[in-house]
T-cell receptor, first 114, second 115 residues
Framework: NAGVTQTPKFRVLKTGQSMTLLCAQD?????MYWYRQDPGMGLRLIHY???????AKGEVPDGYNVSRLKKQNFLLGLESAAPSQTSVYFC?????????????FGPGTRLTVL | GENVEQHPSTLSVQEGDSAVIKCTYS??????FPWYKQELGKRPQLIID?????GEKKDQRIAVTLNKTAKHFSLHITETQPEDSAVYFC??????????????FGTGTLLAVQP
């Protein structure tokens, strides 16, 4: 049981390049989230998904797209990377259920855009 | 809109002393308040949480208190140890009856425990 995994762990891009970050979970969780973490700003929600085939915008969705084609995977795409997207990206998942529940985080992806 | 403020941003204590981190939230409908610990270069991990139907919860050296009237909650760590050094994040959530929920995080507190 690997929990929540993310690939890649590190990436350096040039401005204008594109890439996809992959989040995978093997806990059969219904809900998945993408956050970015910047110094002094905590974690901010980019996009989230409440089930396979569904996605929704979070606090800071501009410049990102997501897809949830399979329940266990949640992809975050950057079509045209900008230096402002330099950040650490965390994926999280949560088991659907009544009431609030714990979110489990992946190990993070450190992205630098030059 | 939903907002969570966290103070202080940095906290330095001597080993064995207590540490207190405070958060306030804006949405009076928030009903779940987790605390995460993040060690350098690692993922955030849940250390304790509290729901709005209780005022205090303890787990060994860690406790969380909630004041719903004032809309604030606090993390208390007693008998601090060097391994408690990390960034701590509070968060608040409004549970939309199971349809979805979104965590709103505070900006974090860097706790340094001096040996």
């Amino acid at each position: 049981n690997a929990g929540v995994t993310q690939t890649p762990k590190f990436r350096v891009l040039k401005t204008g390049q594109s890439m996809t970050l992959l989040c995978a979970q093997d806990m059969n969780h219904e809900y998945m989230y993408w956050y970015r973490q910047d110094p002094g700003m905590g974690l901010r929600l980019i996009h989230y998904s409440v089930g396979e085939g569904t996605t929704a915008k979070g606090e800071v969705p501009d410049g990102y797209n997501v897809s949830r084609l399979k329940k266990q995977n949640f992809l975050l795409g950057l079509e045209s990377a900008a230096p402002s997207q330099t950040s650490v990206y965390f994926c999280a998942s949560r088991l659907q259920g009544k009431g609030p529940d714990t979110q489990y985080f992946g190990p993070g992806t450190r992205l630098t855009v030059l | 809109g939903e907002n969570v403020e966290q103070h202080p941003s940095t906290l330095s204590v001597q080993e064995g002393d207590s540490a207190v981190i405070k958060c306030t939230y804006s949405d009076s409908a928030s009903n779940y308040f987790p605390w995460y610990k993040q060690e350098l270069g690692k993922r955030p991990q849940l250390i304790i949480d509290i729901r709005s139907n209780v005022g205090e919860k303890k787990d060994q050296r860690i406790a969380v208190t909630l004041n719903k009237t004032a809309k604030h909650f606090s993390l208390h760590i007693t008998e601090t140890q060097p391994e408690d050094s990390a960034v701590y994040f509070c968060a608040a959530i409004f549970d939309y009856g199971g349809a979805t929920n979104k965590l709103i995080f505070g900006t974090g507190t860097l706790l340094a425990v001096q040996p």
